[in-house]
């Protein structure tokens, strides 16, 4: 009994045993681990197209394509809102504070 437990000692006293073989399986798991989540990306990333034609059937209606850009959506804006005549109007303040 003796004898096994000093084989014992030696054994977890291995450098090798104490630092190398957790770095060699945290290495190697860690590989298998990031294979499951690449994975994972790529099965949710097999997105079907869907033609104009499918859309119109089931109800929607497309704008044709660059007909809807920043610079026209910009220029929709600003025939709604007059910065010429912007006022800043403060919102109430809570109970408590004070300027």
């Known amino acids: 009994m003796d004898n096994l437990s000093k084989s014992l000692d030696s054994f977890i006293k291995n450098k090798f045993i104490r630092l190398g073989l957790p770095f060699i399986l945290l290495v190697v798991g860690g590989s298998f681990?990031?294979?499951e989540f690449s994975q994972i990306?790529?099965?949710h990333r097999k997105v079907k197209f869907i033609s104009p034609e499918e859309l119109k059937k089931q109800g929607i209606e497309m704008k044709p394509r660059g007909s809807v850009t920043i610079e026209t959506e910009y220029k929709k804006l600003m025939e709604k809102v007059n910065l010429d005549d912007y006022e800043n109007k403060r919102i109430p303040r809570p109970p408590g504070y004070e300027d």
Do not use: F, I
Request: hydrophobic fraction near 15%.
């Open 33 to 35: 681990g990031l294979r």
């Open 41 to 43: 990306r790529y099965d």
